[in-house]
């Protein structure tokens, strides 16, 4: 669910920018965290709790996407990335 929302907003902030749509208040707030280096909210509503600024969660975000999916891809991992699991 997360990937679907970020995947979404971003796309439909990209088609804001260029004009191609109105900006809605939330896309402008999702703007504004990204000036702030800050994770936006309507992520923050279906993501896994975080005190990281953006950049570091963006790379922990793509981690955990990267830790499942070779979790389910693969028959036994070397080793597990613990904190993907849960909030530390």
Known sequence: MLIRVVKNSLHDL?????GLVVMSQELEYMYYSFLSNKVPENWQKV?????????SWIKDFLERVEFFKDWITK??????????LYFP
């Open 47 to 55: 993501a896994y709790p975080s005190l990281k600024p953006l950049g």
């Open 75 to 84: 028959q036994k991992l070397a080793s597990y990335f613990l904190s993907a």
């Open 14 to 18: 990209q088609k804001a920018i260029k």
